[in-house]
């Protein structure tokens, strides 16, 4: 990772930074030194004052700028691996989708942000289905493949600005920001289609049939995310209680449990 790092090469913008930082600290050693030959050499003779000076300049010049060269480019270095690492901390590492911990992260700073904004939204945890039977019968590799399948089409049917992530195993989680409820119910839909209509092979040639459940829970409130995580759960089950491969929503209350919506079969 770090050879590829010093191979990136500087923007326009990088080089522009990187020289500014150079001359800057060109200067300000030149500066320091100035003032300490001056102070040093004060009672000096004319000629050695003068060379006091003019190592005062020249030095810092030779010796500041490679080294401020290099210490910035270093710098940039460690700043570039550390975004990457971020992300890699974030992120799933067969899916790609972000992992439990940033999903829950991100959902609870975009719940605080839409109730700020008076927006409405759903919350939705999607399950493969007989997923055991999948690593049992095909291998674990065809049950990998099974997942990032099922994680790309996850995404294909969401928008821009939804939040999707893997919560571990085969359970996934999608927040639907700014959406009316109609439309939530959709795009629930539209992931249980997609996923039960992909096609997906054993290494043998055999189709893998692979399908998920889907709880989810709208709504148009303040509501936390630990709420709405207890009440997508909830409706979760209860699709696969009614035979998986399909959806169940319901909307949030401000007293009363309402009843369970069936979305689809």
Same mark, same amino acid.
Not at 37 to 55: G, K, S, T, V
Not at 61 to 70: A, D, M, N, S, Y
Not at 84 to 112: K, M, P, S, W, Y
């Given at each position: 990772?770090?050879?590829?790092?010093?191979?990136?090469?500087?923007?326009?913008?990088?080089?522009c930074?990187l020289?500014?930082?150079?001359?800057?600290?060109?200067l300000?050693?030149?500066?320091?030194?100035?003032?300490?030959?001056?102070?040093?050499?004060?009672?000096?003779?004319?000629?050695a004052?003068?060379?006091?000076?003019?190592?005062?300049?020249?030095?810092?010049?030779?010796?500041?700028?490679?080294?401020?060269?290099?210490?910035?480019?270093?710098?940039?270095?460690?700043?570039?691996?550390?975004?990457?690492?971020?992300i890699?901390?974030?992120?799933?590492? &067969?899916?790609?989708?972000?992992?439990?911990?940033?999903?829950? @992260?991100?959902? $609870?700073?975009?719940? %605080?942000?839409? =109730? #700020?904004?008076?927006?409405?939204?759903?919350?939705?945890?999607?399950?493969?289905?007989?997923?055991?039977?999948?690593?049992?019968?095909?291998?674990?590799?065809?049950?990998?493949?099974?997942?990032?399948?099922?994680?790309?089409?996850?995404?294909?049917?969401?928008?821009?600005?939804?939040?999707?992530?893997?919560?571990?195993g085969?359970?996934?989680?999608? &927040?639907?920001?700014?959406?009316?409820?109609?439309?939530?119910? @959709?795009?629930? $839909?539209?992931?249980? %289609?997609?996923? =039960? #209509?992909?096609?997906l092979?054993?290494?043998?040639?055999?189709?893998?049939?692979?399908?998920?459940?889907?709880?989810?829970?709208?709504?148009?409130?303040p509501?936390?995310?630990?709420?709405?995580?207890?009440?997508?759960?909830?409706?979760?089950?209860?699709?696969?209680?009614?035979?998986?491969?399909?959806?169940?929503?319901?909307?949030?209350?401000p007293?009363?449990?309402?009843?369970?919506?069936?979305?689809?079969?």
């Amino acid at each position: 990772m770090t050879r590829r790092l010093t191979q990136q090469p500087l923007t326009k913008r990088g080089f522009c930074k990187l020289a500014g930082i150079t001359l800057c600290g060109v200067l300000s050693c030149m500066a320091v030194a100035l003032a300490y030959n001056a102070a040093l050499f004060r009672n000096a003779d004319p000629e050695a004052f003068r060379l006091a000076m003019i190592c005062a300049v020249v030095v810092p010049t030779i010796l500041g700028g490679p080294l401020f060269v290099f210490l910035s480019l270093k710098l940039r270095e460690l700043r570039i691996l550390n975004r990457q690492l971020a992300i890699v901390a974030a992120h799933d590492g &067969l899916t790609t989708l972000l992992n439990r911990r940033a999903f829950t @992260e991100r959902v $609870e700073a975009q719940l %605080e942000s839409m =109730a #700020t904004d008076g927006l409405a939204g759903s919350l939705f945890l999607i399950d493969a289905d007989f997923f055991k039977s999948i690593n049992d019968r095909y291998g674990h590799a065809t049950g990998d493949r099974a997942l990032k399948a099922i994680a790309l089409r996850l995404q294909d049917s969401v928008r821009e600005g939804d939040i999707i992530g893997r919560l571990g195993g085969e359970e996934f989680g999608v &927040l639907l920001v700014d959406v009316a409820p109609p439309l939530a119910k @959709e795009i629930a $839909e539209r992931m249980r %289609e997609a996923v =039960a #209509t992909m096609e997906l092979a054993s290494p043998e040639g055999k189709p893998v049939p692979v399908s998920v459940s889907i709880g989810g829970v709208i709504f148009d409130r303040p509501v936390g995310y630990s709420y709405l995580y207890q009440e997508a759960d909830n409706r979760l089950y209860e699709a696969k209680a009614r035979g998986r491969n399909r959806v169940v929503v319901r909307r949030t209350a401000p007293t009363a449990a309402a009843e369970p919506e069936r979305v689809s079969a």
